[in-house]
Structure formats: C-alpha cells, structure tokens
C-alpha cells in the first residue's frame, strides 16, 4: 500500500535554497504539483538558470557572471513521497541526461519525506487538465515524441515505469515533453528493444485513450500496437511515420469530451470511462465508479468499460434498428461487465465492484441510457439541466419514501450506500431509459464526485457558458474542487448535432 499523501505546501511556503511556493495546481496519483517561483525577497542573491551563478544581487538586471537576463521566474515543481519512487529518481536526475523530449530538473530538493523536482515553467499544460479527444495530429506528434525519448533514455540504459498522463507536459506551440517520470531500473548498458516493448504497448494504450469516438481508424492502430503488433519501438516509429499524413487528415467537430480526476482528498483514482463506436449508425458512451480500494476499485471499473464496449461493439453488428433489441444488447453487455468483475473480484478475494452508467446514441437521435448504482446521466437542454437517470442509493429511497428532501440526501453521512452495484451479485438488474435528442441538446454522464460536489444549478451554468464540451469537462472539474473535491470526478460529455 502507497504511503499516505503528505499535506500541501500552503501558498508563500519557502522550499529549498530559491522557491517560493504560489500554490498547489494540481493532484495526480503519487504526486502533487505546484507552480513556484524564484522571487524570494529575504534572499539577497539570485541564481542565475542559465549558468547557475548564484552571486549576482537580487536587484541586478543581468547575471554578473554570464550576462544573461535576471528576472523573477517561475517553475513547475512536482512532489512526490513515496520511498521507492524517490529513490529510483535520485538514481536517475544524477545521470543528469539532457533531451529535448525531457524536462530536465533545475533543481531537485530532498526533504525527510518528500521528494520535489523543479522544471521551468513557460505555461505547459498538464496532460491530466486536458479532456479527450485530442486531435489525430496531436496524438500522432505525442507518439513520436514519447518513444523517440523512451529510446533516448533506453540507450542510457534507463528504462521509465508505465507513464501517466501526469508525466506529459503539452506546450501552446504543440512540444510534448515527458516530465517527472517514474524509474523502472537503470541498467549498466543499452537496454534492448525487446525490454522497451512494454512501454510501446503501454504509450499506445494511453493515447488510445485520448482518441476521438468517431476516431476509428487512430483508435484501432492504437488497439493494435497495445496488442504487441508493433513491439518494439522502432516498429512503432515507422508505422506511426507512414500513416502520420491519413491519420492527421482526419479532422472531427468538437462535439464530445472525456476527463477523469482523482480530485484533492483521495489517492486513488478508481474511476473510468470510455467511448466507442458500434457501426456507423450508433456510439457508446460509459462512466463508472469502482469501489473496493487498491487493487479493486479501479479495476472493477476499467474491466467495466472495457467489457461493455466489447460485448457491445461485438453484439452491434447483428442488431439491426429494433429499439427493443437495442436494449437488450445493452442489458447484456451489462451482464457482460458484471460477470467479468465478479469471476475476478471471486478470483482476487476482494468485494470490488463499480457503478456503470451508459448512453447508446443510434442514429444521432435516440438515445438508451442505462445504469446501475449512483453515476448519473443528465439532459441539458434549453439551459435546464435535467436528471435521467435514478440512483440505486439508501438516500434515494428516503428521498422517494418522503423521509429526505434532495437537499438533505447530498448531504447525508449514508449518501454513499449503493444498492444495486455491477459486479457484487450473480445478476444485475439494470434501469433504462430512453430519450429522444434535439439539436443543441448535451447528455451529461457522471460519476458521484461531480454531482456531489457541485449542485445541478451550477452544473448548468457551466455548460451555458462553456460550448466546447473540452472547456466544459474541464471547467465542471475545476468546480467539483471547489466544491471540496472529495471525491475522483469523471465525466463524459456528449453534445448532440
Ligand atoms: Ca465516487
């Protein structure tokens, strides 16, 4: 089990010989980032980033040493605390290897319990903060760049652990930059392409993630690479340079977004979500909130999404139009989802489970939303927001019974009972409903940590406000930590056409 997550740096705190902290910017699993800056004024001295001369007064305009500019400067400072992960990275920032794919540390400082690397900071986004889809030229560019340092490093002998979207730096002027990453091992030697064919599969994997619903194509090349029909990366390298023109051409409507967030309290992200196409005529849509702790939640819900996008794309084929048997399908794949979860959570020993919400959109009209526990789906439609789906909670029945407003089941300490949950009985009973879809009209699919933390009214003025679903996802984020971001948020957003 991961050491617990240190509490955060307030604003104003000194770290190091040169930073002052501006505040925390974000939480990502096993690390917590912050923007910092070099302008401590009780310091009489300031160093210099370009030749690291650390004489020159504060006021000066220039480095005395060697000329260049001395202005206050910001950073990105990343922290971490657990044991083996800072170890391998103190290993790995003494080789002080240097690659435009990398952000090299300016400084890297070592406190009793956690370890903080600092990197300049010229407005990078985080990976995390961005919401699917990227487009096909971006996830192209990102493949490229990422092996190219995977292999860079490999022949330095370092061979990075999985990486995360929190080790992506994306700048405005489209540069991809791998930052903080984890260590797997550093090795005398090159490493051998065969040993960095783990990190292809895994690197195609993400990004497999970020493709768009309709991104078929993309998202299918993807598929095959995480399979290991490109394993090494030079493989990868190739197949990416030969299709980067057909694939980069493809160029989508915004019109979707999909964002999940481990919030500001928890460690875990045991959230999921996912999009696929069913044919040409229908797309699938899916949230799901796992529960069950490390090893348990979190799969509970991949292995949910994976397995209703499966049985569903499977089924799709031989469907046809019939709403009824639409529905049925969907039904199965839940079945489906609750099977897999359950034969592994017997095989685990664990009680892992997973709420499931799902929205099958045939035709760009019709749409069969079903779902199981307390993920909700919403209709905004006219600047209303409207609730589709009802949660299988303790409090929603109070609520229904007239022994609790809405008001008071938000806030109920028994608000997280579940009584219907996928993957933690033989069968699953699933609710369905269908909705008929205007133009303009946005389907909202979300787990508890959104509509828990951020009321219905607010929700609407956000997406009244924001009409690029990716502003949106990640503005309803921002506002599920205002709201105390107690919880993983995860939402897709689907904006009808
Ligand atoms: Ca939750």
């Known amino acids: 089990m991961a050491e617990p997550r240190p509490s955060h740096f307030p604003p104003g705190t000194p770290l190091g010989r040169h930073f002052l902290v501006e505040g925390l910017v974000r939480l990502a699993e096993g690390r917590m980032f912050y923007l910092v800056n070099d302008d401590r004024h009780e310091q009489p001295q300031r160093k210099c980033w370009t030749c690291g001369h650390e004489g020159s007064p504060r006021t000066a305009k220039v480095c005395h040493a060697c000329g260049a500019p001395l202005l206050p400067q910001r950073f990105l400072l990343s922290a971490r605390w657990e044991m083996s992960a800072i170890r391998s990275f103190e290993q790995f920032a003494a080789l002080r290897i240097e690659h435009p794919g990398l952000t090299a540390p300016v400084d890297v400082i070592r406190l009793e319990d956690q370890l903080l690397s600092v990197v300049s900071y010229r407005g990078e986004g985080l990976m995390l903060d961005e919401a699917a889809p990227l487009a096909n030229q971006r996830l192209l560019q990102v493949a490229q760049r990422v092996l190219g340092t995977v292999v860079a490093l490999g022949r330095r002998g370092v061979l990075i652990a999985p990486i995360s979207r929190a080790n992506l730096l994306l700048s405005p002027n489209g540069n991809v930059r791998l930052f903080d990453v984890n260590i797997d091992e550093i090795t005398p030697g090159p490493a051998s392409p065969a040993r960095l064919a783990p990190l292809v599969r895994q690197v195609a994997a993400l990004l497999r993630g970020y493709c768009h619903v309709q991104g078929g194509a993309l998202g299918d090349f993807f598929d095959l690479v995480a399979a290991g029909d490109f394993p090494t990366p030079r493989d990868f390298g190739r197949a990416v340079e030969s299709r980067f023109d057909a ?161 008071e089941a938000r806030n109920h300490p028994q608000s997280n009972i579940l009584l219907r949950t996928v993957g933690t009985e033989r069968d699953v009973e699933i609710d369905l409903f269908r909705v008929e879809l205007e133009p303009g009209d946005r389907v909202l699919l979300c787990s508890d940590g959104l509509w828990g933390e951020v009321e219905d009214g607010d929700m609407a003025s956000i997406l009244a406000t924001y009409s690029d679903p990716r502003v949106a996802a990640r503005e309803l984020v921002r506002a599920s930590h205002q709201g105390g971001g107690k919880d993983n948020c995860t939402l897709v957003l689907v904006v009808v056409r």
């Open 247 to 407: 694939y980069a051409a493809m160029v989508f409507p915004p019109c979707l977004a999909g964002i999940s967030d481990v919030g500001l309290t928890r460690q875990l992200n045991e959230d999921n979500w996912g999009w696929t196409t069913l044919g040409p005529k229908a797309e699938l849509y899916v949230v799901a909130d796992g529960m069950g702790g490390h090893d348990g939640g979190e799969v509970a819900s991949r292995i949910a999404v994976e397995t209703i996008c499966q049985v569903a794309r499977a089924r799709a084929g031989q469907v046809g139009d019939r709403l009824g048997d639409i529905e049925l399908m969907l039904d199965e794949a839940f079945q489906a989802a609750n099977n897999t979860i359950k034969a592994e959570a017997e095989r685990g020993g664990n009680d892992m489970g997973t709420t499931l919400v799902a929205m099958l959109l045939h035709g760009g009209r019709q749409a069969f939303i079903a779902n199981v526990g307390d993920s909700r789906a919403y209709l905004f439609r006219d600047g209303v927001l409207h609730q589709i789906s009802v949660d299988h909670s303790f409090v929603q029945k109070m609520v229904e019974r007239g022994r609790l407003t809405a008001e």
